[in-house]
T-cell receptor, first 114, second 111 residues
């Protein structure tokens, strides 16, 4: 299947700092990428849909000014968690659509905010 | 009521057993359906898409019942490596991609 990478895989930061997570589709172009968050023992929750060349669409309850999304090219979307707080600690996973509606996920980024 | 529902389990079964999971969805306009598996602390990986005619991939069989709005996954001859959480995923469609995940069903295959 298609390959999606994420970087970094793990990050620890101090409260109040900003963290950028990159999501890349390595062998295909993705006009749409998704950002999810998963807390322990819970299912994935969609945060936003990232569209190349246009503004992201955020799910209800997700602050667009806190979670900045930039989809600058057909192979790269970034999520920046601004002024991170301990409650933002979570597993952040991106995915990209390849061809016929199949989602492929990146390996995820574990964020720990101290 | 959640849009996509699954029995969270856990399902504890012996090696070699057959186990079945169901998933129900509430949005009748949903257009495509998938089963993913997620190992602990890993990303979800596509197991199989689900078609109205039913589809089989080795020991795995998936079926869709649009009238009753449920999806099933059958695993035959369970292996230890099948232990994971199985996620039912529904694409609402409607002019864009709009995926909704079920809470997952945890399976433990025991030696």
């Amino acid at each position: 299947g298609a390959v999606v990478s994420q970087h970094p895989s793990r990050v620890i930061c101090k409260s109040g700092t900003s963290v950028k997570i990159e999501c890349r589709s390595l062998d295909f172009q993705a006009t749409t990428m998704f950002w999810y968050r998963q807390f322990p023992k819970q299912s994935l929750m969609l945060m936003a849909t990232s569209n190349e060349g246009s503004k992201a669409t955020y799910e209800q309850g997700v602050e667009k000014d806190k979670f900045l999304i930039n989809h600058a090219s057909l192979t790269l979307s970034t999520l920046t968690v601004t002024s991170a707080h301990p409650e933002d600690s979570s597993f952040y996973i991106c995915s990209a659509i390849e061809g016929s509606q199949t989602q492929y996920f990146g390996p995820g980024t574990r964020l720990l905010v101290l | 009521r959640k849009e996509v529902e699954q029995d969270p389990g856990p399902f504890n079964v012996p090696e070699g057993a057959t186990v079945a999971f169901n998933c129900t969805y509430s949005n009748s306009a949903s257009q495509s359906f998938f089963w993913y598996r997620q190992d602990c602390r890993k990303e979800p990986k596509l197991l199989m898409s689900v078609y109205s005619s039913g589809n089989e991939d080795g020991r795995f069989t998936a079926q869709l019942n649009r009238a009753s709005q449920y999806i099933s996954l059958l695993i035959r001859d369970s292996k230890l490596s099948d232990s994971a959480t199985y996620l039912c995923v529904v694409n609402r469609g409607n002019y864009g991609q709009n995926f909704v995940f079920g809470p997952g069903t945890r399976l433990s295959v025991l030696p």
